[in-house]
T-cell receptor, first 115, second 115 residues
Framework: GESVGLHLPTLSVQEGDNSIINCAYS??????FIWYKQESGKGPQFIIDIRSNMDKRQGQRVTVLLNKTVKHLSLQIAATQPGDSAVYFCAGPNAGGTSYGKLTFGQGTILTVHP | NAGVMQNPRHLVRRRGQEARLRCSPMKGHSHVYWYRQLPEEGLKFMVYLQKENIIDESGMPKERFSAEFPKEGPSILRIQQVVRGDSAAYFC?????????????FGEGSRLTVL
């Protein structure tokens, strides 16, 4: 949904727990999604991506799930570590965009991992 | 292999002054994107450039903002007659080609503060 307030969703977990961060999208024609991690004072860092012809993709300690029926994707982080503390954004190419580099970013979720 | 380099990292301007933000893409990358991030929000696309060409400036404000990517040298985002609302982090990203799936690399950002 749209960001209308000043407060990002937050998720607090204990070190070692699994984390699940959610993202909803509105354009059913979207065919590619990316998750980015942004640490304080830094630029977004690519984590994992998924195309719409897949419903699951796994990386190192991360899994992205895509549910096209309800237009929802999630990022699962296994055995969360303090270094995972950051803001996480889902993103996808703009509908009718000129390239895959023209992205629409979600609102972001603040993940805090407690030792 | 240096990543995307942005400078200055921090810039303070008084209302009415000009701000120039520079971005050197990763070696071998010929596509540059500029994004703006307001506090506690996701990044918003501004402009997409290739060498000597503006490909898509649909996210640029109509006045006071301009961008270029000359044949030689970095890409420059220029903001004339800055106002307080221009205070934000400006991120540059680069990619090697049009199909930038998963290959969009962001710089650390330039944080503009307008007094």
């Amino acid at each position: 949904g749209e960001s209308v307030g000043l407060h990002l969703p937050t998720l607090s977990v204990q070190e070692g727990d699994n984390s699940i961060i959610n993202c909803a999208y509105s354009n059913s024609a979207s065919d590619y999604f990316i998750w980015y991690k942004q640490e304080s004072g830094k630029g977004p860092q690519f984590i994992i991506d998924i195309r719409s012809n897949m419903d699951k993709r796994q990386g190192q300690r991360v899994t992205v799930l895509l549910n096209k029926t309800v237009k929802h994707l999630s990022l699962q982080i296994a055995a969360t570590q303090p270094g995972d503390s950051a803001v996480y954004f889902c993103a996808g190419p703009n509908a009718g965009g000129t390239s895959y580099g023209k992205l629409t970013f979600g609102q972001g979720t603040i993940l805090t991992v407690h030792p | 292999n240096a990543g995307v380099m942005q400078n200055p990292r921090h810039l303070v301007r008084r209302r009415g002054q000009e701000a120039r933000l520079r971005c050197s893409p990763m070696k071998g990358h010929s596509h540059v994107y500029w994004y703006r991030q307001l506090p506690e929000e996701g990044l918003k696309f501004m402009v997409y450039l290739q060498k000597e060409n503006i490909i898509d400036e649909s996210g640029m404000p109509k006045e006071r903002f301009s961008a270029e990517f000359p044949k030689e040298g970095p890409s420059i985002l220029r903001i004339q007659q800055v106002v307080r609302g221009d205070s934000a982090a400006y991120f540059c990203a680069s990619s090697p080609g049009l199909d930038a799936t998963g290959e969009l690399f962001f710089g650390e950002g330039s944080r503009l503060t307008v007094l």
